[in-house]
């Protein structure tokens, strides 16, 4: 068996959750492989909303395992707080999630951390969500992190020692760190993660696979947040892409199957960096109005600009991307025009590949109108509805990108899903 992969192909919040919810029948397993609570995903059913930051988004089908990979770094306060509202829904989370031992824990000192590195950048600051994401995978790589398993043996010693360092950080940085009360919670909340089944994942997903089960992995940011390929340093910091679905799971580059690549019919970014079809005038404000375009984790208002096609063949290409799948075109419905950024213009010269830098005072975008369809798509239920200019613009963009478009997402909800033939 292979293990399919659902990954974001532009700044995140591509509606990932909503489409793992989706697809999440067809599969035994969902697993999540990096990332943290930096993620807010999504999902909309039977008139209620969830908004999901590290447990995998397929807990709402019908019992599938989820699993929480080695490749995540988990905040147990926040992992709490989730867990404990699923639990009040009526969610028997115990039942069907998993934690690898191998995740690293992000501990309180890991948020002051990201909140003093943000102060000290001053002007160049990342505008990270403050979960203390880029500390922990620091420490990880640098080999000081705790993980999930150091918490069964010998724990105290342990985290006294990286909190003594982390406090040397902050202090070195003229900071005075104050953290006693998160610090009980955090302690409380190792216990409540115990109460979850802790296992050597790898083992676990490559025994699935041996028995025949099908895995669907959940990617979380997008890959122009990806910390080698997206637009560095205005990236997080762990790989968003495929193969960080392999090394954030224990799962064989050859057990890859299809890759599905969601991206909006727009483009949106949440944090500072450059985005070269930002749009800053009224369109962009009709476009974060329609859409709603704030972020799930922080309120922070979401950039809103048109569709960056030298970016998403870029995606497509790191990725290996076997299907796309389109959302929010609803957003669009009463547009007259649409444009489609295909190619950027450096020192006058068209480029189409996308070139190391992306500042936007050396790019300036190409853009190709279409008419728009000016039409509520909202409750089509299948693709023969489907107004002429839509279908013109699928073609278009299945044109340009060289892959099939199989799904569109036509409103935030569950149903509001048209799987192509
Ligand atoms: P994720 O991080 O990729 O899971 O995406 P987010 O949940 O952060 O952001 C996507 C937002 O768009 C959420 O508020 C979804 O409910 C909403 N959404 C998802 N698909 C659609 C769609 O097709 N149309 C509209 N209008 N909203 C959508
Ligand atoms: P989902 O999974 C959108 C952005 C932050 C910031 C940068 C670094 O919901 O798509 P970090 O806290 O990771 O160190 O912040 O990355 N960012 C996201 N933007 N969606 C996300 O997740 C994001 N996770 C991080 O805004 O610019
Ligand atoms: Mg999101």
């Known amino acids: 068996m ?5 990954l974001g192909l532009q700044w995140g919040d591509e509606g990932k959750g909503k489409v793992v919810d989706v697809l999440t029948p067809r599969y035994d ?11 807010g995903h999504t999902l909309e059913f039977e008139g209620k909303k969830y908004v999901l930051r590290s ?52 501990l309180p000192t890991h948020r002051l951390l990201d909140a003093a ?25 640098s080999r000081n992190g705790l993980r999930l398993g150091d918490t069964l043996h010998d724990f105290d010693k342990k985290y006294e020692a990286a909190k003594s360092r982390h406090i040397a950080m902050l202090t070195a940085m003229g900071e005075t760190p104050e953290f006693a009360e ?10 409540y993660l115990h109460t979850f089944d802790i296992i050597d994942s790898e083992h676990y997903i490559n025994r699935c696979l041996a028995e025949g089960k099908s895995v669907l992995c959940e990617g979380a940011q997008g890959t122009l947040l990806d910390i080698d390929f997206g637009s560095y340093p205005f990236v997080t910091s762990s790989n968003t892409i495929t193969a960080g679905a392999c090394s954030g799971l224990g799962v064989a580059p050859n057990k890859i199957g299809e890759v599905f690549g969601i991206f909006k019919a727009y483009c949106t970014r949440v944090g500072s960096g450059p985005f070269p079809t930002e749009l800053f005038d009224e369109t962009g404000s009709k476009i974060r109005a329609i859409g709603h375009e704030y972020g799930a984790v922080t309120g922070r208002e979401r950039r809103c600009g048109w569709i960056d096609l030298v970016a998403l063949r870029y995606a497509i290409m790191i990725n290996g991307v076997t299907q796309l799948i ?16 295909v190619a950027y213009k450096i020192e006058g010269e068209e480029v189409c590949d996308f070139p ?8 300036e975008p190409v853009y190709v ?29 299945e044109k340009q990108l060289n892959t099939p478009i199989t799904i569109v997402s036509i409103g935030p909800d569950r149903e509001q899903t048209i799987l192509r033939k």
């Open 326 to 341: 389109m959302m929010k075109s609803d957003v669009l419905d009463t547009f007259d025009t649409i444009k489609a950024c």
């Open 117 to 141: 590195n943000e102060r000290a950048k001053g002007g160049a600051k990342i505008g990270t969500t403050g979960k203390g994401i880029g500390p922990t995978y620091t420490d990880k790589i």
């Open 2 to 6: 292979k293990v399919d992969v659902l």
């Open 29 to 39: 397993v969902v697993a999540r492989f990096q990332g943290g609570p930096n993620a």
């Open 356 to 363: 190391y830098s992306i500042e936007e005072d050396t790019i």
């Open 369 to 397: 109108e279409l008419p728009g369809w000016k039409t509520d798509m909202t409750k089509m239920k299948n693709e023969d509805e489907f107004p002429a200019e839509f279908a013109a613009y699928i073609q278009f963009l």
């Open 182 to 191: 998160l610090e009980d919670k955090w302690i409380k909340a190792i216990d």
């Open 55 to 106: 447990i995998p988004s397929g807990i709402f089908q019908h019992g599938q395992i989820n699993i929480i990979g080695n490749g995540v770094v988990l905040d147990p306060v926040l992992f709490q707080e989730e867990a404990e509202a699923l639990e009040r829904s009526g969610i028997d989370l115990r039942k069907i999630l998993k934690i690898s031992k191998k995740v690293h824990l992000i």
